[in-house]
């Protein structure tokens, strides 16, 4: 029950608090497993700035879907809008992306797979797919999404 109940509070914060906002930032933080979302959105008569850490991220996906028109996510002029289309959170994952390799020789990446757990839409056109352990929105922090946290740590055994 209280899984359930954490499910619905992230995608109620998510909903109503991030969708159909301005992306100011989408930032890739490599070595620290992290991705960072800053999203503006009206309310009243003030524009709030919400931010969104994806922390111990696992794998991230980005898709830019070609077949439409529009601007690209990196294709856009000053002024134009970035609108967080969508964005959402399936504590069993949104679907499996798996990458396997076309070069028989590769031997060493022959298939990856990840099931992602959350996604983020920019102008119904490019798709972000992240898989995290961890989601901090506005100071409020959700952990262990996917494993216990010490689960997920490698550690050295020289």
């Not at 077949?67 to 994952?93: A, K």
């Amino acid at each position: 029950m209280e899984q359930e109940n954490v499910m619905e509070e992230i995608q109620t914060l998510l909903t109503e608090e991030a969708a159909l906002g301005v992306v100011i930032n989408v930032d890739i933080g490599y070595f620290g497993e992290t991705v960072k979302l800053v999203v503006a959105k009206k309310y009243k008569q003030e524009v709030l700035k919400k931010v969104i850490f994806f922390e111990q991220v696992l794998s991230l996906y980005m898709c830019q879907l070609e077949d439409l028109e529009g601007f690209r996510l990196n294709d856009y002029d000053y002024g134009d809008e970035l609108l967080l289309t969508g964005i959402s959170y399936h504590p069993n994952g949104v679907d499996k992306i798996t990458i396997e390799s076309l070069d028989p020789e590769l031997k060493g990446i022959e298939e990856i797979s990840s099931s992602t757990n959350f996604s983020f839409h920019i102008n119904n056109k490019d798709c972000f797919f992240i898989e995290a352990n961890r989601l901090v929105f506005e100071g409020k922090v959700f952990k262990d999404l996917i494993a216990p946290e010490h689960e997920l740590k490698w550690e050295d055994e020289s």
